[in-house]
């Protein structure tokens, strides 16, 4: 069996490969020419690299006629919310054209290939207190342009299913965190930050919004329902992977602060703070769990645990 990922080089692209690997499948992934490659350096000998740009529809085309996938893990995306505030109009591009090359290529090869698109909770956007836990039927009202452009994307994984028969699963994955997870991304900057006041930096945490509350997944079980969602679930139907826990912001950053011996100060810095917040993202699941079985098998700790020792790692080399 052939995967291709876009996106392979990133925090999830990444782990979604080793984890491929394991399961005996040959390995393809779309990289760009300014793609930082330490995520996949430990795994690229075993996998197979194709430059490509989503928001080119040739080399998209060239990609998926070149890999010929089986199954096709759609995640690489514009996909840091704050800088599609700085950045709509790319946000927009990159997310919702790209989706739709990708779409094409697919379509254009005739395969009948499966797709998984990588949607988010922030579809949800403004979800009210008595909406939570949120199930796949809630009204989508994104707070931000990358909101926007992943429901453009689910609604196009619909429609491409409608009206072309493709096959094409739509998961919405809520956050995410772990080893190699991006330091602008909250739990991994947190977890920089106390890294390298370790590390002898001045023993002072800058912070946004810590009242926002977030339910979080470790990457790890996060790829592993990718897969099973790509193997076991229904064409054009929303799933959302989620722990169905919500935390506050402020209690990741206090559990991170307990790991480490190191006395520390928290500051607000307004730079953090955005025009629009998420206040509160609780998910449902149960559909998603009943489709293919999934639980988690890794506990918010041993996540933060696994990110604080990766940054560790990091600020001594």
Same mark, same amino acid.
């Given at each position: 069996?052939?995967?291709?990922?876009s996106?392979i080089?990133?925090?999830a692209?990444?782990?979604?490969?080793?984890?491929? !690997?394991?399961?005996?499948y040959?390995?393809?992934?779309?990289?760009?020419?300014r793609?930082r490659m330490?995520n996949?350096e430990?795994?690229?000998k075993d996998?197979h690299?194709?430059?490509?740009?989503?928001?080119?529809?040739l080399?998209?085309n060239?990609?998926?006629a070149?890999?010929?996938?089986?199954?096709?893990?759609?995640l690489?995306?514009?996909?840091?919310?704050?800088?599609?505030?700085?950045?709509?109009?790319?946000?927009?591009e990159?997310?919702v054209v790209?989706?739709?090359?990708?779409?094409e290529?697919? &379509?254009?090869?005739?395969m009948?290939?499966? +797709?998984?698109?990588a949607g988010?909770?922030?579809?949800y956007?403004?979800?009210?207190?008595?909406?939570?836990p949120?199930?796949e039927?809630?009204?989508?009202k994104p707070?931000?342009? /990358?909101? +926007?452009?992943?429901v453009?994307?689910?609604?196009?994984?619909?429609? /491409?299913?409608?009206?072309?028969g493709? &096959?094409i699963?739509?998961?919405?994955?809520?956050n995410h965190s772990?080893?190699?997870?991006?330091?602008?991304?909250?739990?991994?900057?947190?977890a920089?930050?106390?890294? *390298?006041?370790e590390?002898?930096?001045?023993?002072i945490i800058?912070?946004?919004?810590?009242n926002?509350?977030? =339910?979080?997944?470790?990457v790890?079980?996060?790829?592993r329902? /990718?897969?099973?969602?790509?193997q076991?679930?229904?064409?054009g139907v929303?799933?959302?992977?989620c722990?169905?826990?919500?935390?506050s912001i402020r209690?990741?950053?206090?559990?991170l602060?307990?790991?480490?011996?190191?006395?520390?100060?928290? *500051?607000?810095d307004?730079n953090?703070?955005?025009?629009?917040?998420v206040?509160?993202l609780?998910g =449902?699941?149960t559909?998603f769990?009943?489709?293919?079985?999934?639980?988690?098998?890794?506990? !918010?700790d041993?996540?933060?645990?696994?990110? !604080?020792?990766?940054?560790?790692? &990091?600020c001594?080399k």
């Amino acid at each position: 069996m052939r995967a291709l990922i876009s996106g392979i080089s990133g925090f999830a692209g990444s782990h979604l490969a080793e984890l491929l !690997l394991r399961e005996g499948y040959e390995v393809y992934g779309t990289i760009r020419c300014r793609s930082r490659m330490e995520n996949i350096e430990h795994i690229k000998k075993d996998i197979h690299l194709i430059e490509a740009d989503l928001r080119d529809s040739l080399s998209m085309n060239l990609a998926v006629a070149q890999s010929k996938p089986d199954y096709v893990f759609h995640l690489a995306a514009q996909s840091y919310v704050p800088m599609s505030w700085v950045a709509p109009s790319d946000t927009i591009e990159t997310n919702v054209v790209g989706t739709i090359n990708l779409f094409e290529a697919v &379509r254009k090869l005739g395969m009948g290939t499966k +797709v998984q698109f990588a949607g988010s909770s922030e579809e949800y956007g403004m979800v009210l207190p008595f909406e939570c836990p949120i199930i796949e039927d809630n009204a989508l009202k994104p707070l931000s342009t /990358y909101g +926007v452009s992943k429901v453009a994307g689910d609604r196009l994984s619909y429609q /491409y299913v409608k009206s072309y028969g493709m &096959r094409i699963i739509i998961t919405r994955a809520f956050n995410h965190s772990g080893p190699r997870r991006g330091e602008c991304f909250v739990t991994s900057n947190f977890a920089k930050q106390i890294a *390298e006041i370790e590390n002898g930096a001045e023993p002072i945490i800058s912070v946004g919004n810590l009242n926002a509350h977030r =339910d979080f997944t470790d990457v790890r079980d996060m790829v592993r329902a /990718y897969l099973l969602a790509i193997q076991k679930c229904q064409y054009g139907v929303p799933y959302n992977i989620c722990s169905g826990q919500s935390v506050s912001i402020r209690s990741v950053l206090a559990m991170l602060m307990s790991m480490s011996k190191t006395r520390i100060t928290i *500051e607000e810095d307004a730079n953090r703070l955005r025009p629009s917040d998420v206040e509160l993202l609780q998910g =449902d699941c149960t559909q998603f769990k009943k489709a293919t079985g999934w639980e988690r098998s890794y506990t !918010l700790d041993e996540t933060l645990e696994d990110l !604080l020792n990766y940054w560790r790692e &990091r600020c001594k080399k």
